[in-house]
């Protein structure tokens, strides 16, 4: 089943349930596959495509979820959390520090990086072998401490 198919069907069964939060973030997920679908260029969706489409809208709430604490507007950041938690459900499973740590481990042994500014050569490879696992931000702040380490 593809996620299209899916997210279609837990769309009627949100409804059904009368689950808001569902139903707004299964929204924003039917909204960005048919705007990727009808962009210029556009390619058929993947496994790797459908991942970061869902992660991009996983990181714009939490951009907007940060900025809603900052400016203390709860009902707002309540919101946020709960489409959070329904567009997770979509995505992989996500790597634990610990998991994440040892795979960097052997990227930076393998690339000879030694210090922070070697970062380039280990987040390069990094990001493309742990796409969906892992979020950017998380694989960032990882390499800059183990480099910060070496």
Excluded: C, H, W
């Excluded at 990727?36 to 996983?58: H, M, W």
């Excluded at 203390?72 to 610990?98: F, H, T, W």
């Excluded at 493309?128 to 702040?141: C, E, F, R, V």
């Amino acid at each position: 089943m593809t996620l299209e198919e899916k997210i279609n069907a837990d769309l009627k069964q949100a409804m059904l349930n009368k689950d808001e939060a569902g139903l707004r973030a299964i929204r924003a997920i039917k909204s960005a596959i048919l705007l990727s679908k009808t962009e210029k260029d556009a390619k058929e969706l993947d496994n790797d495509l459908e991942i970061k489409l869902l992660q991009k809208l996983v990181k714009q709430r939490k951009d907007a979820l940060e900025i809603f604490e900052k400016e203390r507007r709860d009902d707002l950041a309540q919101k946020e959390r709960e489409e959070i938690l329904v567009i997770e459900k979509y995505l992989p499973a996500q790597m634990s520090v610990e998991e994440l740590k040892a795979i960097l481990k052997i990227i930076i042994a393998e690339t000879g990086a030694k210090t922070p500014q070697d970062m380039g050569k280990v987040m390069g490879i990094a990001s493309k072998q742990l796409a969906g696992k892992s979020d950017g931000k998380t694989i960032s702040a990882v390499v800059k401490e183990l480099l910060s380490t070496v």
